[in-house]
């Protein structure tokens, strides 16, 4: 997991809460998922409502893990994932699949 400073992590989770926002302003979503990633094993995702957005965020930044919002025409995916796994991309998350074995280990961020 990665080391942050608690104004740098602040920081971080504001910036994804006010993104997220403007995400559900312009879009029309269907829903709202998390997403975590175990190195390169997708866990278990589930649907997240709009108020909880905040709460997933700054649970998961302040326990040391990445976040990332991925949209789609009618979903918001916020992943999560620890480092030193790769970072998952979009296509992965965005098909809800496992990252395979031939891509290279990334750095978090």
């Known amino acids: 997991m990665h080391q942050l400073s608690i104004e740098n992590?602040?920081?971080q989770v504001e910036r994804l809460i006010k993104d997220a926002q403007n995400l559900i302003e312009d879009r029309d979503l269907s829903e709202i998922i998390i997403c975590p990633y175990?190195?390169?094993e997708r866990g278990d995702y589930f649907n997240i409502s709009e108020s909880e957005?905040?709460?997933r965020v700054k649970a998961s930044i302040f326990e040391g893990y990445y976040v990332d919002l991925i949209p789609t025409l009618t979903q918001l995916i916020v992943c999560v994932w620890e480092y030193p796994g790769p970072k998952?991309?979009?296509e992965y998350v965005k098909n809800l699949i496992d990252i395979p074995s031939f891509v290279?280990?990334?750095e978090g961020e």
């Open 88 to 90: 998952p991309e979009e």
């Open 53 to 55: 957005i905040e709460g």
């Open 9 to 11: 992590m602040e920081d």
């Open 104 to 106: 290279e280990d990334l």
């Open 38 to 40: 175990h190195g390169r």
